[in-house]
């Protein structure tokens, strides 16, 4: 069953050259902010945009040498012409790295329509969900006139329902690896969650439910070693986390942007579906980027004592400014919890070696 995650991933291309040969319109999205709920209310199928792994040789005529490899990861697998089938872009604002591939985009890359979402970075306040809300309905809007759509509520409703529903199944999922010999492996779940950013979620959901019933007839371990928190901002690679299971350790949880953060926190059903999708995306779990960051902190915490994790690794994109701010409050949660970490910077090139390293430096620590 994992391999079906695995080969939507690989497949990601050529399952959307299908699509669009179908009639299917596909709007491209940068991060875990990407508003798929509104996306999918309006007909169109959104999916994550992210770059195999390097060397990057033409992002580099077009963007800095300093911007993080997701940001040179996409704007180079773009340049290729890998994303000619999408319709749009969009691209709900984190960080100015991130707003470079918007930029890029715009000025390299054909495609009939682009939307910068303003997103507040101080996520608390109610002036922030009054301004959010607002900046959504100008979003439905547009891709309403763009796309000779209409976003109704009951078309809304219906979309946050599938939404929810995937995000219910991972987290049970996730939920699996709390048990002291859990029967599914890091790599499996970081597959499954990163498989849902680029397929139908009605298929999806089919698939979640039918490795949920395998699992159910699992007897074996899925692996040895103690049990490690993955943290840091974008990861798209599986690789890395198998490299990390394969140097002796257990992935039992994360808190990236393409694991948990995606998944932890459903949309409200009750109520106004535009403002429920507005609250969950400003004060659900967050990245680094939005503040204040204690909220995300205790849940951190929490996570740590529920996975009864032993250590955490910090998986670095070389040139992440986020990551980078986030160092000190994650320094600082779990050494309170006493629990060892180790930084291992991931650059363009993946390198077993580091991996293997920062594996044996925090065994050493434990």
Not at 124 to 149: H, I, T
Not at 311 to 320: D, I, Q, Y
């Amino acid at each position: 069953m994992t391999d079906n995650f695995e080969n939507l991933l690989e497949r990601r291309h050529e399952n959307a050259n299908r699509w669009k040969g179908e009639g299917k319109k596909i709007i491209g999205y940068i991060c875990s902010y990407g508003l798929e709920e509104i996306v999918y209310a309006a007909g169109l199928q959104p999916v994550r945009v992210f770059g195999p792994g390097g060397p990057y040789k033409l992002s580099k005529e077009h963007i800095q040498p300093y911007y993080c490899q997701h940001c040179h990861g996409v704007v180079d697998e773009a340049l290729k012409g890998s994303y000619d089938y999408l319709e749009g872009l969009i691209f709900p604002y984190t960080c100015e790295h991130g707003r470079a591939i918007y930029d890029s985009w715009g000025a390299n890359m054909e495609v009939g329509y682009t939307r910068f979402i303003d997103m507040p970075s101080q996520t608390d306040l109610p002036q922030a969900q009054e301004f959010f809300v607002e900046e959504l309905k100008n979003f439905s809007g547009s891709l309403e006139s763009a796309f000779d759509a209409r976003i109704t509520k009951e078309n809304l409703m219906a979309s946050i329902k599938l939404h929810n529903r995937n995000r219910a199944l991972l987290k049970e999922i996730y939920g699996l690896q709390m048990a002291e010999e859990p029967l599914v492996s890091g790599a499996e779940v970081f597959a499954a969650v990163m498989s849902s950013t680029v397929a139908p979620k009605e298929e999806h959901n089919d698939l979640l439910a039918g490795f949920l019933r395998e699992l159910g007839e699992r007897e074996d371990p899925a692996g040895a070693g103690p049990r490690l928190m993955l943290l840091g901002t974008e990861l798209h690679d599986p690789e890395v986390v198998k490299a990390i299971e394969e140097a002796g350790a257990r992935v039992v949880v994360d808190e990236l942007c393409t694991g948990t953060r995606l998944v932890w926190e459903n949309v409200d059903e009750n109520g106004d579906p535009l403002a429920a999708i507005a609250r969950r995306y400003l004060t659900g779990v967050n990245c680094p980027i939005k503040r204040p960051a204690a909220g995300r902190m205790a849940h951190l915490g929490n996570m740590a004592e529920e996975f009864k994790v032993e250590g955490a690794l910090v998986l670095h994109p070389r040139h992440c400014d986020p990551n980078e701010w986030d160092m000190p409050f994650i320094l600082e949660t779990l050494k309170q919890r006493d629990i060892p970490v180790v930084k291992v910077e991931l650059d363009e090139v993946f390198s077993p070696d580091n991996i293997r390293n920062a594996v044996d430096e925090l065994k050493s620590k434990l």
